[in-house]
């Protein structure tokens, strides 16, 4: 049996590391925000069947018109989808024209625009949806743990998978800062969801380990050390989670090769949060347990 809680100091020691230089990351460069939240044009263009047009076509064939933040992304039927930072009627002709050197017969199928308003709506709206999660997650886990609440009360269970869901989510916003300022990755709508299906998938790693904690503190009787039951609880369901997280991450690697633009950065998002959630659900979760246990044995 491992003594991974015996472990612990490291283990919180590297966790605090990371989430400082994260969050001095986000201070100092935050995130290259894509025009979900800071608005630009959105353009829908086909091309005239038979044409064999490339994404590196057109970003090439546009790179000098003057489009920040272009990202071109393939759909259906020999169609793509423009996104760029600028709302101008005379660019949009402009891209237009450039693409009919591609093909004279490519024609728009829609133009949206994205004010500032519905930009800062948008940006309201995630961060309610990731509150609302996190109180959400907290309430239930708090509720569910109510039985067990003889060793440490129960809301410190859910306190415990809140930060480390707090740990995943703040490294992947530091880890993303970093591939903005370096490789002009932008975040948009997508990054969010991501963001919502790490919340997800970390907790679930967690509540498995909590769920096996209150399972041998039922068979202990009390009598077993809180500490020796928690890293035991650990220690079982180990293979669990990290062979459940591999079968994940094999996919999310093979979505970042081979998914396409449009799902490259969801997926490597996906894949940062869950390596870390499936670690803080070992190492800080569980860890947290402990820790709350010892000092209220200290006050004793």
């Given at each position: 049996m491992f003594d991974i809680i015996g472990k612990r100091k490291y283990a919180y020691s590297f966790s605090a590391a990371a989430?400082?230089?994260?969050i001095v990351f986000l201070s100092v460069w935050g995130l290259k925000l894509g025009i979900d939240f800071k608005g630009g044009t959105l353009m829908e263009v086909r091309f005239s069947e038979g044409k064999e047009i490339q994404r590196q076509q057109i970003q090439d064939t546009l790179s000098g018109a003057g489009l920040s933040g272009l990202q071109v992304q393939a759909t259906e039927n020999n169609s793509y989808i423009l996104r760029y930072g600028e709302s101008n009627e005379q660019l949009n002709d402009s891209a237009l024209e450039k693409l009919k050197g591609l093909d004279e017969q490519v024609e728009p199928i829609r133009v949206d625009f994205i004010g500032a308003s519905i930009s800062s709506q948008i940006k309201e709206s995630a961060f309610w949806a990731l509150l609302l999660a996190v109180v959400g997650i907290a309430s239930y886990i708090a509720w569910a743990f109510r039985?067990?609440?003889?060793?440490?009360?129960?809301?410190?269970?859910?306190?415990?998978?809140?930060?480390?869901?707090?740990?995943?989510?703040?490294?992947?916003?530091?880890?993303?800062?970093?591939?903005?300022?370096?490789?002009?990755?932008?975040?948009?709508?997508?990054?969010?969801?991501?963001?919502?299906?790490?919340?997800?998938y970390s907790v679930n790693d967690t509540i498995v380990v909590y769920d096996r904690t209150r399972e041998n503190l039922v068979r202990s009787a009390r009598k077993e050390d809180f500490e020796i039951t928690v890293n035991k609880s650990i220690n079982e369901t180990l293979a669990r989670s990290i062979n459940s997280s591999l079968t994940v991450i094999v996919v999310l690697v093979a979505i970042i090769f081979f998914g396409g633009e449009s799902l490259k950065y969801f997926a490597t998002a996906l894949l940062i949060g869950i390596s870390f959630g499936t670690y803080s659900s070992v190492y800080v979760a569980s860890a947290l347990l402990v820790t709350s246990y010892r000092r209220m044995m200290e006050k004793v």
């Open positions: 989430v400082v230089l994260s039985g067990v609440a003889h060793a440490i009360p129960s809301w410190q269970y859910g306190l415990g998978a809140i930060i480390a869901l707090a740990h995943d989510i703040i490294i992947t916003l530091g880890i993303f800062s970093i591939l903005g300022r370096f490789f002009e990755v932008e975040v948009g709508i997508p990054f969010v969801a991501a963001l919502l299906t790490i919340l997800g």
